[in-house]
Nanobody, 123 residues
Framework: VQLQASGGGLVQAGGSLRLSCAASGRTFSSYAMGWFRRAPGKEREFVAAIGWSGGVTYYADSVKGRFTISRDNAKNTMYLQMNSLKPEDTAVYYC?????????????????WGQGTQVTVSS
């Protein structure tokens, strides 16, 4: 599986961005996926995850109510709609595919990773 994340950029606090993660290779619709982020000087952290059909979603408490994860299996693409952005959301955002079972919030359970897209939120 190859993953290509895009959609990052510079936005003012309170603004919105939509990240996309385009997948190619193996059957996209068979796997759960997730978004993670890494801020400067911090460890990688879980942001959101979605089941193979899109019917189950998980969010980090820090983004719940502001971010929405979704997927379009016909387009082999996952999205992260980010609203009401805050400066603390500044990070490189990564998309990932989880082939097996396990904790959706655990990055160690993910098998394939995209290259990341930078999100910068100015105050």
């Amino acid at each position: 599986v190859q993953l290509q994340a895009s959609g990052g950029g510079l936005v003012q606090a309170g603004g919105s961005l939509r990240l996309s993660c385009a997948a190619s290779g193996r059957t996209f619709s068979s796997y759960a996926m997730g978004w993670f982020r890494r801020a400067p000087g911090k460890e990688r952290e879980f942001v959101a995850a979605i089941g193979w059909s899109g019917g189950v979603t998980y969010y980090a408490d820090s983004v719940k109510g502001r971010f929405t994860i979704s997927r379009d299996n016909a387009k082999n693409t996952m999205y992260l709609q980010m609203n009401s952005l805050k400066p603390e959301d500044t990070a490189v955002y990564y998309c990932a595919v989880r082939v097996g079972l396990g904790d959706a919030r655990d990055p160690e359970k993910y098998n394939y990773w995209g290259q990341g897209t930078q999100v910068t939120v100015s105050s």
